[in-house]
């Protein structure tokens, strides 16, 4: 399509531009100029709220929570001065007191022996080749073999108590076996530390002999007692020793004893019963090859009471897709929507897309019932059966042979589908081909969604979505379901542990909402220029956005339509509008040409240009003053023109926080943003990861919601955020450009890391602090001296296992939001707080667990978990309530996430594809070193992603106010 040349006045010729409907069917246009009403008085906060408050004044939005309608101020001047802070605050939080239920039960261990002892046990597998093979030895990363393995091996253990002369008196129930390595007994129990002994194959459980892809000949079985001990009674601990992280893992797999039978299917502590009915199983809607699976997670965790050292289970619902079993065949034909396997050559890119997405999916051979081979699928040849040729070795001599003949020499087989292409099994030292006709998906998969369409996803995310009365209900009987108060508990009677009836209630607290401040007149913005699409599309956007408060000072309107289906010729056409002198473009697509979000992006970012992206759905609702969708990017719109929609300020119902709780005051966000897991073949032979990790920061200068941002590249995978300290210390210059002062404090969010790995935490802020006090330019700003702001440090953890339930008589409802509550102590040295900021909509809301792993600012909890709920209110874009993170986390996310497609487009328009060959070298040169036991440095790679993490430094330094809104 021809690009219409640049114009104030000139509409464009007709074209057949799918928007062009759109535009001569959008409604009327509004009046060039809206009256400005006079400001509302302020509304204290209320409780409740049946009716919406009247439509806000131009330049001031309404925010609304499930509990409360926040103050408006007539100015959004800065905050009050800071008044005489508090010396010594109740360590107790402040707000309206409820209860809330917590899917936890307590478990009572006053009766249960005080030490538990460790037996180490390997049992090896020899064939009637010679190959041996080592069940329990660590060097398979697969979790679909991992439970297969814990199963047998479990089976194995309880066959050989109940039947092996070394186990005689001992009952099965008094020995805890974690069903890979360790096995727990009761102190004495076992009478020898040692017990070694020889099996023939024929002696030993199916279940262990169909293991592997052998013959088995012989076992050899080792069970060594080690110098360890698991202490259950706290009178037993020796000064100074601390297991209780060996005693939480001890208490997690008794509870999970009779699950490792083999009756569920497990992923590390979460586990969906095999046998669930078929009402429970649903197939996926838009992904037939796939069903929805209900389960639970469980976890078990220790809490203080009063100093003892109270153990308590955590239940929760889980919902999975899982990959039908059937054969491969038929899974093909559901992913590609053909009624025949014949037909699945005719759609080449379909098949290819559909065999990215099972890429790491075991299968098993069905031509040989006897030996069957199970293998997980590594890709797929260029060539079909008859066009795929392979040396076969025949005693002495070798010949060349298609697999189609192959099969039907070796096998008296005759391929039906010999036009297909053919699945792709790696070894160490070749490649396999296999028919995709004799392939079957064997059952228990999980289907990676981030792999697959998102259309899984949002199924998946749309079933597990309960209302609160279900979720607890559901809870409550995966809860029965385990058996650990019924009389079918063995394992808990033989060590005297016994489980409450009942999950916990504990006492909560409701944290008023903020005080929202917006200004009475219009928020200038610097001069821009916005390139639409035509008069009347420009004229509706102008007036909706001056309806909104902004000032636009240039409504010069320029005209470019980009050529269909080519975003990689964006950057022409984005230079040549820069150089009419905009520095605005507005940008619709019909969402039909994958890229063109990514291209724009990254152009943006590249030129020095502010853009906004839109689709034509959401173009269709602009003259809908009714819409949220267009109301919030009106919103986008002002803070990428360099202004801001409202700050915030404590409520005077926050009792015990001072009124200047932000003054001097700079927050910060961290997120991570990793790459896809990798395949288990890549894992056990530690292929290195190709794509980097990204880190996204964000950080508020003059206001709390006035944020800027950045991200930056370093190794894949690599948990520690590398060069934190370079950024802080830049964040910290532009803060002192914008306020012309030191920040006084200092409060950083950190998300991403669980509870075993807070000591990284640490060391990142050691880096920080050195960075900060080494830096010239901040001894400068500083007055000379070295910069040693106080340093506030909580771990966000988004993915936690606790829900939060308010019952109201029979009823269950979701928790309001500012529910808050830091009655479950973890038996750590860092204080904690659980709380619910969102207002769900639909489903049950999940809680945030925040721990405070540094405090140097004198700030009690209570100011914490109130500034905490006050930024969640943040978000400058949706004022429909608070998310569940502050507003500079939910900004570290997008910045994290607008960081890793950056960094895509980079490598796809400045560095050259690695050939095939290359790659393939590179990982065949890191399972060598593997198998060698030699560490492996990819030099060719780490040179990429230098190359990579330079080209994003510079586009980092044009980027603009907001600019991932």
Request: hydrophobic share 35%.
């Amino acid at each position: 399509m021809k690009k219409a040349g640049p114009s104030k006045k000139t509409t464009p010729a007709p074209s057949r531009d799918p928007l062009d409907s759109i535009l001569s069917s959008m409604g009327p246009v509004p009046s060039r100029s809206t009256p400005s009403r006079p400001a509302p008085a302020p509304r204290a906060p209320t409780s409740s709220s049946s009716s919406r408050p009247s439509p806000p004044t131009p330049g001031v939005s309404s925010m609304f929570s499930s509990m409360r309608i926040p103050k408006k101020s007539s100015s959004c001047s800065e905050v009050p001065s800071k008044k005489q802070r508090l010396e010594e605050t109740s360590a107790e939080i402040s707000g309206q007191p409820t209860k809330v239920t917590l899917n936890v039960w307590k478990m009572d261990m006053r009766n249960s022996p005080p030490l538990i002892d460790l037996y180490d046990v390997k049992v090896s597998l020899t064939g009637i080749t010679g190959r041996t093979v080592e069940p329990t030895g660590n060097n398979i990363r697969n979790d679909f073999f991992d439970q297969k393995r814990r199963v047998a091996l479990w089976n194995f253990l309880h066959w050989l108590a109940r039947n092996h002369p070394n186990f005689k008196g001992v009952s099965p129930s008094k020995m805890v076996y974690d069903g890979v390595t360790t096995l727990y007994v009761s102190s004495r129990t076992l009478r020898e530390e040692k017990i070694e002994f020889d099996m023939t194959g024929d002696e030993l459980p199916t279940l262990l002999k169909e293991l592997y892809p052998i013959t088995v000949q012989n076992a050899h079985v080792l069970i060594t007692k080690t110098d360890r001990t698991v202490v259950l009674q706290d009178g037993a601990v020796k000064k100074g020793e601390n297991n209780l992280e060996e005693r939480a893992r001890f208490l997690e797999i008794l509870t999970s004893q009779f699950l490792y039978s083999g009756s569920h299917y497990m992923f590390n502590q979460r586990f969906f019963p095999k046998n669930e009915e078929k009402r429970e199983e649903k197939t996926v809607e838009g992904y037939k090859a796939a069903i929805l699976k209900r389960g639970f997670e469980k976890s078990v965790r220790f809490i203080d009471e009063n100093g003892q050292k109270t153990p308590t289970l955590c239940l929760d619902v889980r919902c999975n897709a899982f990959y039908k079993e059937q054969s491969l065949a038929d899974c093909l034909k559901d992913l590609l929507k053909v009624e025949r396997t014949s037909e699945i050559a005719k759609h080449q890119r379909k098949f290819e897309n559909a065999m990215a997405q099972l890429k790491g999916v075991r299968v098993v051979t069905t031509h040989m019932r006897e030996r069957p081979q199970r293998f997980n699928i590594d890709g797929l040849s260029p060539k079909n059966a008859i066009e795929t040729t392979f040396k076969l070795k025949e005693g002495e001599e070798e010949r060349e042979i298609s697999v189609y003949d192959y099969f039907k020499e070796r096998h008296m087989m005759t391929l039906e589908f010999p036009q297909l292409r053919l699945i792709v099994r790696r070894r160490k030292a070749a490649l396999d081909f296999m028919p995709i006709e004799l392939l079957e998906i064997e059952a228990g998969q999980k289907v990676n969604q981030k792999k697959v369409d998102s259309v899984v996803q949002e199924f998946v995310t749309k079933e597990s979505q309960q209302k609160p009365h279900s979720h607890l209900k559901s809870i409550n009987e995966y809860f029965k379901h385990l058996s650990l108060r019924s009389s079918k508990s063995d394992y808990m009677h033989a060590f005297g542990i016994t489980i409450e009836a009942e999950p916990m209630t504990v006492d909560a607290k409701l944290i008023p909402g903020p005080n929202v401040l917006f200004k009475s007149s219009t928020v200038p913005t610097k001069r821009r220029s916005f390139q639409s699409l035509d008069g009347r599309f420009s004229k509706n956007l102008l007036n909706q956005i001056q309806s909104h408060g902004i000032t636009v000072e240039d409504k010069n309107v320029i005209l470019k339509r980009a050529p269909i289906n080519q975003p990689e010729h964006l950057e022409e056409l984005i230079e040549e509008v820069v150089k009419l002198g905009v520095n605005f473009i507005f940008a619709v697509s019909d969402g039909k040409c994958k890229g063109v979000h990514e291209y724009l992006k990254f152009y943006e970012a590249k030129l020095g240009i502010q853009t906004q992206h839109v689709s034509e759905k959401s173009l269709k609702e602009i003259g809908n003053e009714r819409s949220v969708t267009w109301k919030n990017i009106i919103r986008k719109t002002n803070l990428k023109a360099v202004g801001l929609n409202f700050s915030l300020q404590v409520s005077d119902e926050a009792h015990g926080v001072p009124k200047d709780l932000f003054k001097d005051t700079m927050f910060v966000g961290f997120e991570l943003s990793h790459s896809a897991a990798q395949s288990s073949f890549d894992q056990l032979y530690r292929v290195p990861t190709e794509e980097p990790s990204i880190v996204g920061m964000a950080y508020s200068l003059k206001e709390p919601t006035e944020l800027g941002g950045t991200f930056w590249v370093q190794k894949p995978r690599d948990t520690q955020l590398n060069e934190c300290g370079v950024h802080m210390v830049k964040a910290v210059r532009e803060y002192f450009e914008k306020t012309k002062k030191m920040p006084g404090r200092m409060v950083i969010y950190r998300s991403g890391m669980g509870e075993g790995a807070f000591e990284t935490v640490e060391k990142e802020i050691l880096e920080i602090k050195k960075n900060l006090e080494e830096s010239d330019d901040l001894k400068k700003m500083n007055r000379g001296q070295p910069f040693r702001p106080p340093l506030v440090v909580i771990v966000v953890q988004k993915t936690n296992p606790y829900r939060i339930f308010l019952k109201n008589g029979d009823q269950v409802e979701n928790v309001r939001s500012g529910t808050c509550t830091d009655a479950i102590v973890p038996v750590t040295k860092y204080e904690e707080f659980i709380m619910a900021s969102q207002k769900p909509v639909i489903g049950t809301s999940r809680p945030i667990r925040h721990t405070i792993i540094l405090n140097e600012s004198g700030s009690s909890k209570n100011e914490i978990v109130h500034m905490t709920y006050i930024l969640a209110f943040g978000h400058q874009v949706s004022y429909m309530g608070a998310p569940k993170v502050t507003g500079v986390m939910f900004a570290a996310e997008n910045t994290a996430k607008r960081g890793r497609a950056n960094t895509m487009a980079f490598k796809m328009v400045n560095m050259s594809d690695e050939s095939e060959a290359d790659r393939r070298a590179r990982q065949a040169e890191a399972i060598e070193s593997a198998r060698s036991g030699v560490a492996y440095e990819d030099r060719a790679l780490n040179a990429r992603i230098r190359v990579l993490a330079d080209g994003v430094a510079g586009l980092i330094r044009r980027f603009h106010h907001m600019f991932w809104a």
